[in-house]
């Protein structure tokens, strides 16, 4: 893996984590999921997907957009995971299991994956827009 790749992922990472950690911090329900109709969505945490893959897009220049992507299908896996160990670790029944937490979550998870790609496709197309442009004939490193 490139290390622009790496550095892009981890600083998208570190600010979808910063995000988390402030709503805990805070003690305040900062991203509240919407109900559409046809399933709940949080809002906000799109945006904070959005925004910290655009950050890793920038950061990586080129070809952030599939790790961007696989990024967000893990952290969607280890939510639906950690909902379904605290369920079955709760004193009494298990009253959903892991189907219907994947079920329950499903239009919130294709939401989070295409704001991870259009927020790496954001990130590389301003990495690409505003970088310095080369002269011809110049290597990049003269």
């Not at 991203?31 to 046809?38: K, Q, R, S, Y």
């Not at 080129?62 to 961007?68: H, I, K, N, Q, T």
């Not at 369920?87 to 994956?113: C, K, Q």
Request: aromatic letters at 6%; proline letters at 6%.
């Amino acid at each position: 893996m490139e290390k622009r790749i790496l550095l892009g992922a981890i600083a998208a990472l570190a600010v979808m984590l910063g995000f988390e950690a402030l709503v805990t911090i805070s003690g305040h329900p900062l991203d509240l999921p919407v109900d559409t109709g046809w399933g709940h969505v949080p809002v906000v945490g799109l945006g904070v997907t959005l925004l910290a893959m655009a950050l890793g897009g920038w950061i990586a220049r080129e070809g952030f957009r599939l790790p961007a992507v696989l990024l967000a299908a893990a952290i969607a896996a280890c939510v639906a995971v950690s909902l379904q160990l605290s369920a079955a670790l709760s004193p009494g029944p298990a009253v959903f299991g892991l189907a219907e937490i994947l079920r329950y979550n499903a239009l919130a998870t294709g939401l989070s994956l295409l704001a991870a790609w259009l927020g790496a496709s954001l990130g590389q197309w301003a990495a690409a827009k505003w970088s310095p442009m080369r002269l011809p004939g110049r290597s990049a490193g003269a």
